[in-house]
């Protein structure tokens, strides 16, 4: 399969996925950072403005950095060796998440069976941090409004939505991964041919009418599953309530959920930024 050019992609669209600003650069979701020594298979590379591309990208290290974060004890070295390859980074790009995300008292060490049945010691983590809420929103909107126009072919219109949410370890509860996956036939992830893909490592269900909706439930590695819905008009349903635990997202609000300390065109709104709800991470 060929995938288009960097010239091919700006010239095929007229603003930027997330926003109605002109694109000014690509777009990797998921992100190269994503991947285990950055090498990223080929597709899902679209049209981007800077606010939106380079002002999420502390989202995006996050992301990297939770999903890395195994609930077993005998997770791979390679995984913990990028995990604090990027403290330094998130200390800089994310202030303060590390520190909140690290609190000791919102984890616990459990005994949980596996998908081969053997129970196995691992840690889950109960964090309900506020920057880590405000990260995990973003990089899921953007995961949703990516899928939407991969999978529809435009972007997601300035009058639609996504409902994203996102769940670490072993915060995705059977009862709602089941629910989820069984209104998702399709599996679709990054592949250029039989042996070079990433399925260990990014790997989603989804269902789509091809033209106005997408829903999708996707894993990082073993640490991050993100559910988003998108939709490509104001409300298909005339009141779509809000699953629990998730957001409601349109194109151009990214840069403005971004945490304030990671915003520095923004001082002038460098108030302590607010909870949006509960979540299960």
């Known amino acids: 399969m060929r995938y288009p050019s960097k010239a091919e992609i700006m010239a095929s669209e007229a603003r930027c996925i997330y926003c109605a600003a002109p694109h000014t650069t690509v777009e990797h979701m998921p992100p190269i950072s994503m991947f285990r020594g950055r090498k990223r298979p080929d597709g ?22 939770v999903a890395r974060l195994s609930p077993r004890y005998d997770q791979d070295d390679w995984k913990i060796a990028e995990v604090r390859a990027r403290s330094g980074m998130l200390e800089a790009q994310a202030p303060g998440f590390l520190h909140e995300f690290l609190d000791q008292a919102q984890r616990s060490v459990e005994w949980r069976r596996g998908p081969n049945g053997i129970h196995r010691q691992m840690v889950v983590s109960r964090q309900r941090g506020p920057l880590l809420r405000a990260y995990l ?32 370890n072993a915060g995705l ?14 599996q679709s992830g990054l592949r250029q041919g039989r042996r070079n893909h990433a399925d260990d490592q990014f790997i989603y269900r989804f269902n789509t009418d091809e033209r106005t909706v997408v829903a999708a439930l996707a894993q990082f590695h073993d640490g991050l599953y993100v559910s988003a819905l998108a939709f490509g008009t104001v409300d298909p349903y005339g009141q779509l309530p809000l699953l629990p635990h998730h ?6 609000d990214l840069p403005g959920m971004m945490p304030f300390r990671s915003r520095p065109w923004d001082v002038q709104n460098a108030l302590l930024i ?5 979540s299960p991470l």
Not at 49 to 54: I, L, R, T, V
Not at 144 to 159: D, I, K, T, V
């Open 247 to 252: 957001r409601r997202v349109q194109p151009g």
């Open 137 to 168: 929103d973003v990089f899921a909107a953007k995961l949703g409004m990516a899928l939407y126009r991969h999978h529809c072919g435009h972007p997601l219109p300035l009058e639609g939505f996504v409902m994203c949410g996102a769940y670490l």
């Open 274 to 278: 607010k909870p949006v709800g509960s």
């Open 44 to 65: 899902l590379v679209f049209a981007g403005c800077s606010a939106c591309n380079n002002g999420t990208s502390a989202a995006d290290l996050v992301a990297g950095f």
């Open 173 to 186: 509860a059977p009862d709602t991964a089941k629910a989820l996956l069984s209104i998702m036939p399709d």
